[in-house]
């Protein structure tokens, strides 16, 4: 399957989707596969990879769409995995390609010559980076297509999605995408924790100590780009026990909004009553890139309120340091 094949222009970007569910160690095997194509790879956990092209491409001596071909000979020939392939001349357009690679798998190249007219009559939700709310909101507005999305004015676009969520819509639609691939292994859970100097009874303020370890992985994730789709807590009581809890989020997440929610979930289920905690970790597991996540759109104006307002504090702590500013509730019981 092709649009075109592309050798030109500044980047040539190879967006790999591996079936899901694939366990861990099969997954590691299709990166290693990745990397025998080009040094340039990024992993995008669970399940997918970003490759650069350009230099790998003068090396083997073949188009996009041929080294496309030989990755999934040699996953299905290696590995028994077959893969869906996209190729285009930026992150967006890859992944807009791979994603429409019926399974089991395929490939897919688009010239950057054609990107304005592959990308025109496209569903809005076929473009990488859309969610689905985002797409109901467009097409509410009479927005159904990349094409149309394009011909918006800006301005009515961020209307519609945010300011941010909107002024990257419209760029790629119109296949501006200026991100590099950037090869880095991402750690695959980042945990916080809190020890209390003997123990502590008080309902509220194991709460607050636990609102200061969302704030404080929230961070984390935020500075590392990445973003979790599970939470883990575990709760060390006098004498030596713990108890382990793992809840999924809705959606991958590093918004201290939504971490805030699954953790007080996670605490509520442990049912505490007058138990006697010397610590609290919070680990934020099953990590992926933060640039991989579509960033949903929010009909709720207090949401986006905090979003901005997040960004601004996140700013503020980089600037003099994590614990200049955060929730009052914490400050309250002293987390």
């Given at each position: ?103 089991p798998g395929g490939v897919l190249a688009v010239d950057a ?168 970790v919070l680990r934020g597991d099953d990590l992926v890139d ?46």
């Amino acid at each position: 399957m092709t649009a075109s094949a592309t050798t030109g222009g500044t980047s040539t970007v190879m967006h790999v989707r591996c079936p899901d569910g694939l366990p861990e160690e099969i997954y590691r095997q299709v990166l290693e596969q990745l990397a025998d194509l080009s040094p340039v790879v990024q992993a995008l956990p669970p399940s997918a990879a970003l490759v650069e092209l350009k230099g790998a491409l003068r090396y083997h001596g073949t188009d996009p769409r041929g080294l496309g071909e030989v990755l999934r000979l040699r996953t299905l020939s290696r590995l028994g995995v077959d893969v869906r392939v996209g190729i285009g001349p930026s992150i967006t357009v890859a992944a807009t390609a791979s994603g429409l690679v019926a399974p089991p798998g395929g490939v897919l190249a688009v010239d950057a010559a054609d990107v304005t007219a592959w990308l025109g009559p496209l569903p809005v939700e076929a473009l990488h980076g859309i969610g689905p709310r985002q797409a109901e909101a467009l097409r509410d507005y009479g927005i159904h297509c990349v094409g149309l999305l394009a011909a918006v004015p800006p301005a009515t676009v961020q209307r519609l999605l945010g300011g941010r969520n909107g002024r990257l819509a419209v760029e790629r639609a119109h296949g501006i995408d200026p991100r590099p691939v950037a090869p880095r292994a991402l750690p695959a859970s980042a945990a916080v924790s809190r020890v209390f100097p003997g123990h502590a009874l008080d309902g509220a303020e194991v709460r607050a100590a636990l609102l200061d370890l969302v704030v404080q992985l929230g961070h984390l994730l935020r500075h590392r780009g990445q973003a979790a789709r599970a939470l883990t807590l575990t709760l060390r009581f006098v004498g030596g026990s713990r108890w382990d809890k793992t809840r999924r989020l809705p959606e991958a997440s590093a918004h201290d909004d939504d971490l805030r929610v699954t953790a007080y979930r996670l605490i509520d289920a442990a049912g505490l009553q007058r138990g006697r905690l010397t610590g609290l970790v919070l680990r934020g597991d099953d990590l992926v890139d933060a640039d991989g996540v579509a960033e949903q759109l929010s009909l709720d104006p207090a949401r986006a309120s905090r979003l901005l307002a997040e960004e601004a504090v996140d700013r503020v702590r980089d600037r003099f340091g994590p614990g200049v500013i955060g929730p009052a509730a914490t400050r309250l019981h002293g987390a």
